[in-house]
Each structure stands twice: as C-alpha cells, then as structure tokens.
C-alpha cells in the first residue's frame, strides 16, 4: 500500500522548472489547486522525456479524437515559473501519462524513487489532472528550461564547464 496517494484533480496550474545555476540546477514539477500547493522532485532527463512524450501524447489524442480543438501551447514565462513554497513531496521515479476521454484531462503520474531496501508497493503516487492546454503550456516551458543549461561538447556531447571541461574524445585535453 502507498504511504500515500494526491489527486490534484482538477490542477488550477502546472508547471515544472529549475532553481540554481546551469550545472547545478534542480528540476521540479509543479501544480496548484486552491491554496495547495503540490511539488515533486524530478531530474532534467525526465522532464526532457515528459516534455518530448506530452508532445507526442497529444498528437496521438488529436489523432484519435480530431474533433478536439488544438491545445494551445502559449505561455508566458512569469507564469510558468515554480513558486515559493518549493518543498518537495519526494523525488519522483516514474513518470507517466493517461487521458480521461469523457473529462477531456491528461493525467501527469508521478510515483516517488525508494531505495532498493523498501517496498515498491508503498511508492508515494500523486496524480496531476490538467487540461490539455496546461500539459502543453509545461511541456513547452520545460523543454525551453532543459535546454538552457550548460554547453555541449561537439566533440563528446558531455556538458561544459565555463573553464572548459575534460574532454575524453581528446584524450583528457581540455576542451
């Protein structure tokens, strides 16, 4: 059984973003409903992967359902960054998607990381219920965040320091 389980349902926003430095941010998923707040930790990779796999989600909705108006995906970056309090509820593992056909909502999962000691099945879950609109707004916004980070290597694809970085395709040399 769960420690627990949270429906936002239905989120009056949703968001994920970055807090720090490039190199040294933190990632987070984001959602209010009334005065609740709800923030989960996540890694870059799984909102880069959450930000591509919506997009695709989406057309797949579109594509099964095309009587649906477009999902806009306009937002404005004031809007869309985190808020105070940023307490994370735990640090999310898995990530996924669904999609309530009769209630028109996508369904943003998350399920928290446990150590290989402690039991799968009491995985803290909580449930993000948007419009297709808010998953498209965060998935946009987050790929626009992932992508402001460090500089890749063209040598490697490693990120890069300002300094430069060590760089194993030139055998160490600084790059």
Same mark, same amino acid.
């Given at each position: 059984?769960?420690?627990?389980?949270?429906?936002?349902?239905?989120?009056?926003?949703?968001?994920?973003?970055?807090? !720090?430095?490039? $190199?040294?941010?933190?990632?987070?998923?984001?959602?209010?409903?009334?005065?609740? /707040?709800?923030?989960? @930790?996540? +890694?870059?990779?799984?909102?880069?992967?959450?930000?591509?796999?919506?997009?695709?989600?989406?057309?797949?909705?579109?594509?099964?359902?095309?009587?649906?108006?477009?999902?806009?995906?306009?937002?404005?970056?004031?809007?869309?960054?985190?808020?105070?309090?940023?307490?994370?509820?735990?640090?999310? !593992?898995?990530? $996924?998607?669904?999609?309530?056909?009769?209630?028109?909502?996508?369904?943003?999962? /998350?399920?928290?990381? @446990?150590? +290989?000691?402690?039991?799968?099945?009491?995985?803290?879950?909580?449930?993000?219920?948007?419009?297709?609109?808010?998953?498209?707004?965060?998935?946009?916004?987050?790929?626009?965040?992932?992508?402001?980070?460090?500089?890749?290597?063209?040598?490697?694809?490693?990120?890069?320091?300002?300094?430069?970085?060590?760089?194993?395709?030139?055998?160490?040399?600084?790059?």
């Amino acid at each position: 059984m769960p420690r627990f389980e949270i429906d936002v349902d239905p989120c009056d926003h949703i968001t994920a973003d970055a807090i !720090g430095a490039p $190199g040294q941010r933190v990632f987070y998923l984001q959602a209010y409903q009334d005065e609740r /707040t709800i923030t989960v @930790l996540i +890694e870059k990779a799984q909102l880069q992967s959450l930000a591509i796999g919506i997009e695709q989600f989406l057309s797949q909705i579109s594509q099964q359902n095309p009587n649906l108006e477009e999902a806009s995906g306009d937002f404005s970056e004031e809007h869309m960054r985190i808020h105070p309090p940023v307490d994370p509820l735990f640090r999310a !593992g898995e990530i $996924g998607l669904a999609y309530d056909k009769d209630r028109d909502r996508v369904v943003v999962f /998350t399920k928290e990381l @446990l150590t +290989e000691e402690e039991d799968p099945d009491s995985a803290a879950q909580i449930r993000f219920w948007a419009s297709r609109g808010q998953v498209r707004k965060m998935a946009r916004w987050g790929a626009d965040v992932a992508g402001r980070g460090r500089p890749v290597c063209v040598q490697c694809g490693q990120p890069m320091e300002a300094d430069g970085h060590f760089c194993p395709k030139k055998n160490g040399h600084l790059a």
